[in-house]
């Protein structure tokens, strides 16, 4: 079974603390994604990577940065925690095709609430 | 730009009746389809996919999905329900030959005894 696991279930942090989320995967998966979940919003992507040390912006990256510098580990980082930063936060990863889908299947993490007081 | 919609926030439905979930997507290109499944405090899990084939998807648990191109919709049933797929879930749409997966803002079922 492929294991996603993070750092932490639950969070909470202080306005203008560094803060990492860490998240590990075993399957040796290329692709690996940070999403943040808010009710009535589903899940919008921050950032993504698909080798290790490269990264690309999501559709919501301002206010975080991302980091992987081994293939099992994609570590998010806010700078700066805000309180609009309070929510829910999934990794995943997900295998790249030698030929076809890119896309496929991702398989997730269970997710750590973070608080930002 | 695709964009996938879920037409409902929330169904409750009573046990042993059927379900149907809503999703509508749009997309210029070739899409690929899916539906996950988040139990309260759990990550997400991968239901069922449409890559190509058969429009008629049978996945986990007993859902099934059919994905319909010209009402570009992708609607998630199960014929009959029981309490512990009380669940949120996501119908997701992405285009295959990129790196990105877009998801509906998710379905709350509530099963009721």
């Known amino acids: 079974d492929v294991k996603v696991t993070q750092s932490s279930r639950y969070l909470v942090k202080r306005t203008g603390e560094k803060v990492f989320l860490e998240c590990v995967q075993d399957m040796d998966h290329e692709n690996m994604f940070w999403y943040r979940q808010d009710p009535g919003l589903g899940l919008r992507l921050i950032y993504f990577?698909?080798?290790?040390?490269?990264?690309e912006k999501g559709d919501i990256p301002e206010g975080y940065s991302v980091s992987r510098e081994k293939k099992e580990r994609f570590s998010l980082i806010l700078e700066s925690a805000s309180t609009n930063q309070t929510s829910m936060y999934l990794c995943?990863?997900?295998?790249?095709?030698?030929?076809?889908?890119?896309?496929?299947?991702?398989?997730f993490g269970p997710g750590t609430r973070l608080t930002v007081l | 730009a695709q964009s996938v919609t879920q037409l409902d926030s929330q169904v409750p439905v009573f046990e042993e009746a059927p379900v149907e979930l809503r999703c509508n997507y749009s997309?210029?290109?070739?899409?690929?389809l899916f539906w996950y499944v988040q139990y309260p405090n759990q990550g997400l899990q991968l239901l069922l996919k449409y890559l190509s084939g058969s429009t008629l998807v049978k996945g986990i648990n007993g859902f099934e999905a059919e994905f319909n191109k010209s009402q570009t919709s992708f609607h998630l049933r199960k014929p009959s329900v029981h309490i512990s797929d009380t669940a949120e879930y996501f119908c997701a749409v992405s285009d295959g030959g990129g790196f990105k997966t877009i998801f509906g803002a998710g379905t709350r079922l509530f099963v009721k005894a």
């Open positions: 995943a990863s997900s295998p790249r095709k030698k030929t076809g889908v890119t896309t496929d299947t991702q398989y």
């Open positions: 990577s698909y080798d290790v040390k490269m990264k």
């Open positions: 997309s210029s290109v070739s899409v690929y």
